[in-house]
């Protein structure tokens, strides 16, 4: 499989948006309420996530899209922490794949390349947020995540959830042990 890692720019920005709509409809499936699964794919709710994206080209996130033998499949957000307790972190803020894409390497590819753009922003330690029921809490761990808080996360539906925190310290140290 071929693959590529392109950064957010107007001519892929639907894709982004259509990506990340899609993922989270398969990943948090029985996690996520299914009316706001639903709801996000729809068409304009699409065009608001395009055009927020549009206006946030220029914030202090770096956005990525993977494309897989020409088709878009995942995406990857990386940007100061939101959260405050872990203000002198990076977070990576997403990482999503299609069902089509996934155990096959392309979330540590993605992940890889997470932690050069942290490594490049200037930060040493990186946290990840987690749903507490997604899967991909094994991923992290065992790439080097240790756990060390949980988070309520509130979706624009009000549906409340909890986010497991992971944290990874020297990330510059990790990221050569990860390419070994």
């Not at 890889?112 to 992290?140: Q, R």
């Amino acid at each position: 499989m071929n693959y590529v890692i392109e950064k957010l720019n107007l001519n892929n920005v639907e894709f982004y948006a259509r990506v990340n709509a899609l993922a989270w409809k398969q990943s948090y499936k029985g996690i996520v309420d299914n009316d706001f699964l639903e709801l996000i794919n729809q068409e304009d709710e699409i065009g608001k996530a395009i055009q927020n994206l549009k206006e946030g080209l220029n914030d202090d996130s770096r956005r990525f899209l993977l494309k897989v033998d020409n088709e878009y499949v995942g995406i990857l957000r990386v940007r100061k922490t939101k959260y405050e307790k872990y203000f002198s972190c990076g977070e990576l803020g997403a990482l999503y794949l299609l069902d089509n894409v996934k155990n096959k390497g392309f979330g540590k590819i993605l992940f890889n390349k997470a932690i050069k753009e942290l490594i490049d922003m200037g930060y040493k330690d990186m946290i990840i947020g987690c749903l507490v029921d997604n899967p991909s809490n094994g991923f992290y761990k065992h790439v080097g995540g240790k756990l060390v808080d949980n988070s309520p996360l509130k979706l624009p539906n009000n549906q409340c959830l909890i986010e497991n925190i992971y944290y990874y310290s020297n990330i510059k140290k990790l990221l050569d042990k990860l390419q070994d």
